[in-house]
């Protein structure tokens, strides 16, 4: 049997005009900003004009930790807006947007998949409205002006050696984690040791996502702390005079988009911090102005629920006063049978055994998830190879950690496999039954946080971390940022800080060997681990297979 690819599917579409999409959610054509026919911003101007509407229902969709055989989180997204919108819901998806680092590294696009997918595909996945390309000219903006004002005299009294705002790059390069700036001589400014993150984990991007308007995000940006003086004293980057323009290169990327679903369903697509070295969400702005708009909005967090669902309900949901009313955990067959410990090469083979013993793993995310007061169901990711048996078993599995499981079909059939998943999500919904909190109060001191997501949340016996680390924590306690969440930078595979360990594994150390004080977006980031802010490509890069064919379509995207 041969299965259309991801981009042939979304290259058949029915695009209707963008402003045909807005007009589903009482969008005025003047207060789209067009890019092309198929995609546009939502003006400020409009968005003010909504603040005083009631909010719809919040959805999360997260999943379990990935593995190589896939889970569909983005598509079962989508899947479960175009649901929504199938029963007679007015909803809304709201997504991030991809970076070109795992584009072209493993993943090959992130806009989903099958007949669940956001479209235009091509470019959601490459410029789209340019966005990403702000933001890197942004933090460059102020590493630049940095060094500038270094070099020019350096009125602040700079230490060079306490720079802390490293570089940008939204690509995956390992050449550029650790590199010495300003050789070759007196004219190039003074030599310093500095390196590159991935454009995902600037702070700039965590600002951008979690700003409510241009005013808020020119406070953040100027609440950067970029470098200190000998005596410690923290630098601003509005010391550095850089968060004016700074913002003015960001006032575009500001507004969210609104593109649409293969059903011609409206999706904002804005921001993309990376879950397992950010905070994983896509903007507030877009989740805010969606909830006023429609009745249900579907929204996912990054990678495991460990990480992104974590940082939502800890971070985003803190910061921006949400309260989710359900949360669907996306598994599949065949990622059970990995975690139960069957080889990629082999998932092919029914194994209702290996499906049983690898459902600890779904058992400790419903777990987790419940331990914040919102209602859990599970979404199964149908794979063609699944047998009813296996199906069955998580089924059966998840009943026993008193939630339910639903089979879903999106990927083959659209919106029509997702119909039971929709309509038990809006009973759940409008039911109120979720009563959130978060997991942590703001004035825990900062290495309890730290320790509670640790052992609450990856079942770790101990937290691990050295003088150094705790007294930073300690300092910027007495500077006044105790009151900030976490933000755990931690591998996306396991709960523990080994990416071999698979399932639900108890009893490990986690690690922190580094925290950076985020100011401007409000949190603490703890390293753990040996987790990068900038990844390599991998062995063999998606890149290698993404071109133009003969009629100057892009093939390789998926």
């Not at 807006?81 to 991809?98: F, Q, T, Y």
């Not at 933001?135 to 060094?147: E, Q, R």
């Not at 080889?343 to 331990?371: F, M, Q, Y």
């Not at 999106?410 to 119909?419: D, I, Q």
Request: aromatic share 6%; proline share 4%.
């Amino acid at each position: 049997m041969s299965f259309k690819t991801d981009i042939e599917i979304a290259r058949e579409a029915n695009k209707r005009p963008i402003q045909e999409i807005g007009a589903k959610l009482g969008i005025d054509a003047k207060h789209l900003v067009p890019y092309g026919h198929d995609k546009a911003k939502i003006g400020q101007e409009f968005i003010n004009s909504v603040q005083d509407r009631k909010d719809g229902k919040l959805i999360l969709v997260t999943a379990i930790n990935p593995t190589p055989a896939g889970e569909g989180k983005t598509t079962t997204t989508v899947g479960l807006g175009d649901g929504l919108n199938r029963i007679g819901k007015n909803a809304a998806v709201c997504i991030r947007e991809a970076s070109l680092g795992p584009c072209f590294g493993m993943k090959g696009g992130a806009a989903g998949g099958g007949y669940a997918q956001i479209i235009p595909m091509e470019d959601m996945n490459l410029h789209f409205t340019g966005d990403f390309h702000a933001i890197t000219s942004a933090h460059n903006l102020l590493s630049a002006m940095i060094d500038n004002h270094i070099y020019w005299g350096n009125a602040l009294q700079i230490d060079d050696r306490r720079v802390v705002w490293r570089r940008v790059l939204d690509m995956n390069d390992r050449a550029l984690r650790d590199t010495v700036t300003s050789l070759g001589g007196v004219a190039n400014g003074f030599p310093r040791q500095t390196g590159f993150d991935i454009t995902v984990a600037s702070e700039v991007m965590a600002i951008l996502c979690l700003a409510n308007n241009l005013e808020d995000l020119q406070k953040r940006l100027g609440d950067i702390i970029v470098a200190y003086t000998r005596d410690k004293k923290a630098i601003y980057a509005r010391d550095i005079k850089a968060d004016g323009a700074m913002t003015v290169l960001l006032k575009d990327a500001m507004q969210p988009n609104l593109v649409q679903t293969l059903e011609n369903n409206p999706a904002f697509v804005h921001g993309g911090p990376f879950a397992n070295i950010a905070h994983g969400c896509n903007s507030v702005i877009a989740t805010t102005t969606a909830l006023k708009l429609a009745d249900y909005v579907v929204t996912e967090a990054g990678f495991g629920a460990d990480l992104g669902a974590e940082k939502f309900m800890n971070i985003k949901c803190r910061k921006a006063g949400l309260a989710p009313s359900a949360v669907v955990v996306v598994a599949t067959v065949r990622a059970m049978k990995m975690n139960g410990g069957v080889a990629k090469a082999d998932l092919g083979t029914d194994s209702v055994e290996a499906v049983n013993s690898g459902c600890a793993n779904l058992g400790r995310h419903i777990e987790n998830l419940k331990s914040f007061g919102v209602p859990v169901v599970v979404a199964i990711n149908h794979f063609v190879t699944d047998t009813d048996a296996e199906v069955q078993a998580i089924k059966d599995y998840v009943t026993t950690q008193g939630s339910e499981a639903i089979l879903c079909k999106h990927w083959a059939k659209g919106s029509e496999g997702t119909v039971e998943l929709a309509t038990r999500i809006a009973e759940i919904a409008d039911a109120d039954m979720a009563n959130f909190a978060p997991l942590y109060p703001d004035d825990m001191g900062l290495f309890e946080k730290i320790e509670t997501v640790a052992k609450r949340i990856y079942r770790a016996d101990e937290v691990l971390a050295d003088a150094k680390v705790r007294n930073q924590l300690h300092e910027w306690e007495a500077a006044g940022y105790g009151h900030l969440p976490v933000c755990m930078a931690k591998t996306q595979y396991s709960f523990t800080t080994d990416p071999t360990q698979r399932g639900a594994p108890v009893g490990h150390s986690v690690p922190v060997r580094e925290v950076r004080l985020s100011a401007g977006a409000g949190f603490i980031v703890a390293i753990c681990g040996e987790i990068m802010t900038m990844p390599g490509l991998p062995r063999v890069p998606s890149a290698e297979v993404i071109m133009l064919d003969e009629t100057g379509n892009i093939e390789g995207l998926f």
